[in-house]
């Protein structure tokens, strides 16, 4: 499909099969494939952290650092995102705030909630696909 | 974009757009702006109240008391929507049964489950939007 | 409406009412009309069980049965779908790759995640509606 901001319905459906896929190649331990649906410039701030992680390369690095550290403590992490608030803007990208939790699952144990979040993407269009241009999450309880 | 019951697509796309907004004002204490996406004679039934809450003005009361406890113990509540059957009816309002979690996070802690609901509201349009005419809860669990 | 795989928003709208019809049926306990939503021959195969479960009758039996457990132990289940990777194939048929929690809540307490899951189902449609053909499971910690 073309890029999928001509009517609200379309934007919609498009946004949240760029979700699902993007979060489910950031669980699945997928990092390049991940990091390139960000902008080659894509910036991702997340709290606690002194600066943003800027470029493809820094986040596919931090990714894959993310999943070792989850292999190695025998954990799986899902993110989900939900009660997505999409604003499509005139220079044709589209501004999303939307909740996330990361829910955590240790090897043999019962599933918790790790984080609850608040997302504030600027998603951009290329060709047929959506990509992040930037990311600000700030974190419930922090 | 008009009211949005033409097609199963338009539909949907616009009532889980008017939830994120409605759930995130409610959750960012926004308690005016919250009550007016309800009608004017707006009903609200919660489980374990003697009489559901009537109208805007209720409404807000009720919100900005909720949220000022909320910042007294410094916890955050996050409302989720999902699972949302919608099914529009032949007088034009659209009846949703939805599950609806609440996850709470206490400063410097850890999110929990707070409370695991169903939801099925009665939704009218309202120019290009909609608004909830009634909404009646029950806990799983109470 | 008509089986809907025209547009990727009918699509995605068509599959998502589909699943809050599906999941609600199972956890209110209607093990027959839930049995309905497969395939005559429908596959749910779940991590722990020596064989895939087949067929709507024994779809119904362990529905039944898992139904009448919760009520003994007076617990209640939701089940949440999300992050829905939807992928139409050639044969008419709709992949789905999603995350699925449970959330369980017993009698006068909190709400506790019991399952975080991945599901892989093939949808294929039966009139205007989806049937599930096949269900694949797999349960995180597991």
Known sequence: MSVPTSTPELLR??????????????????AEAW???????????????????????ALA?????????????HETHRHWHGMLDIRPQDDGSV???CYALVVATPRGGEPR????????????PAGSQ?????????????
Do not use: I, K, N
């Not at 909630?113 to 951009?124: A, G, I, M, P, T």
């Open 95 to 97: 501004h999303v705030r």
């Open 61 to 73: 690095e931090g990714a894959r650092r993310a999943h070792t550290e989850r292999l190695a403590s």
């Open 13 to 30: 459906a498009s946004v949240e099969q760029f979700y699902a896929r993007h979060m489910q190649l950031l669980d699945d331990g997928d």
């Open 35 to 57: 990091a390139e649906t960000f902008t080659e410039d894509g910036l991702f701030a997340l709290p606690g952290r002194p600066e943003p992680t800027r470029g493809r390369a």
């Open 130 to 142: 959506w990509q992040v241009r930037s990311r600000r999450v700030t974190r419930d309880g922090f």
């Open 113 to 124: 909630l790790h984080r609850s979040c608040v997302c504030r993407d600027v998603l951009v």
